[in-house]
């Protein structure tokens, strides 16, 4: 999921940066030291989780944990999300150096979407939980689509084409993330609710 | 001011740790996507966690970065260069955002990947917990 180096063009390059350096200044914004135990957990986790592949087919897929970390940190995912990706480029070659502020808005702005998807419907948390994982996988796969084929057009073109394959491709990821943020997100409603995104973190 | 130092302290963590781990990065090509040199100059290409994609298009090139030859893989996705006697480096990219790439006789080693893992998160673990007490008190 993650784009390399050498995908993107110079002002795709420094459109996503400047991007990303709205999105981070937000982030950073008012931040409370009761906060800080939170997103060090979860940018940890979504380091480790999102390094995991998963065999799938003839190709293999990694969990973006763009909805549940978007219900847990709000606005502050997009910091959770730049560390990690940074750490996963630095150490793994996963991801680039060129394409950290493409792939940081690819899943920060999904996260704040899904987030506000959560907050605002009254279902039972493993429903919407369910609904903001789906939700948020789609935007990312939009998103990628998009930077791809405004990169190089040729990406969309032809029944094989790599805008069709990214979509048969990501169809189990849906799935298995909405069942993974919706469970996680009850199980997390009922022992620790103090660190769901409801209260200090709102958008 | 209790927000700025809070942000301080957060930041200067995190440059701490980022600084740490750059210290120890070292020449790897464990890339998502893998190219592992096999016998009878021939490549497996796929990704880390395994399988490859059959979009995949390997490129061979020379010492001066001429393109000596372009493909797909086959079935089991391999690439035979054999016949490319003047093959230096080969790249492979499965049109997804995915890059890899071997200079040939070069060293292939991955670095194992769960102790980096485990480390990291260790890390933002004790930043976790130093926090939390510091709040509790």
Not at chain 1, 126 to 141: F, N, P, Q
Not at chain 1, 188 to 200: F, H, I, N, S, Y
Request: net charge neutral; proline share 4%; glycine share 8%.
């Amino acid at each position: 999921m993650h784009l390399t180096d050498g995908i993107l063009t110079a002002p795709a390059i420094a459109a996503t940066y400047a991007g990303t350096a709205v999105m981070l200044r937000w982030s950073l914004k008012d931040m409370a030291e009761e906060e800080i135990p939170k997103i060090s957990l979860t940018t940890g986790t979504f380091f480790a989780v999102s390094l995991i592949s998963i065999p799938i087919g003839p190709s293999s897929i990694h969990l973006m944990m763009a909805g549940i970390m978007g219900v847990m940190l709000g606005r502050r995912a997009t910091l959770a999300f730049f560390i990690g990706l940074l750490l996963q480029a630095l150490l793994f070659q996963h991801g680039g150096i060129t394409s950290l502020g493409a792939n940081t808005l690819m899943l920060a702005i999904p996260a704040l979407v899904a987030q506000q998807v959560y907050v605002r419907l009254s279902l039972a948390p493993l429903v919407k939980g369910m609904m903001a994982g789906a939700l948020a996988t789609l935007l990312t796969v939009i998103l990628l689509i998009m930077v791809l084929v405004v990169s190089q057009p040729l990406f969309a073109q032809g029944t094989l084409s790599v805008v069709r394959m990214l979509i048969a491709g990501h169809v189990p990821l849906v799935v298995i993330e909405a069942v993974v943020t919706g469970f996680a997100l009850q199980l997390m409603t009922r022992a620790k609710p103090d660190w769901l995104q409801e209260g200090v973190l709102k958008v | 001011m209790k927000k700025n130092e809070t942000r301080k302290h957060l930041l200067s963590i995190m440059l701490t740790v980022a600084c740490f781990l750059l210290a120890t990065v070292s020449v790897v090509e464990a890339h998502c996507m893998e190219i592992e040199p096999l016998e009878h100059q021939r490549v497996r290409v796929g990704y880390d966690g395994g399988g490859f994609s059959p979009q995949t298009v390997v490129t061979v090139v020379d010492d001066f970065g001429i393109v000596l030859e372009e493909g797909r893989l086959d079935d089991d996705g391999l690439y035979d260069y054999s016949h490319l006697s003047q093959a230096h480096r080969i790249l492979a990219d499965d049109g997804m955002g995915h890059r890899g790439e071997w200079v040939i006789d070069t060293d292939h080693h991955t670095r194992p990947k769960m102790p980096v893992i485990a480390g990291v998160w260790m890390v933002f673990g004790g930043t976790a917990w130093y926090y939390q007490r510091k709040v509790v008190k």
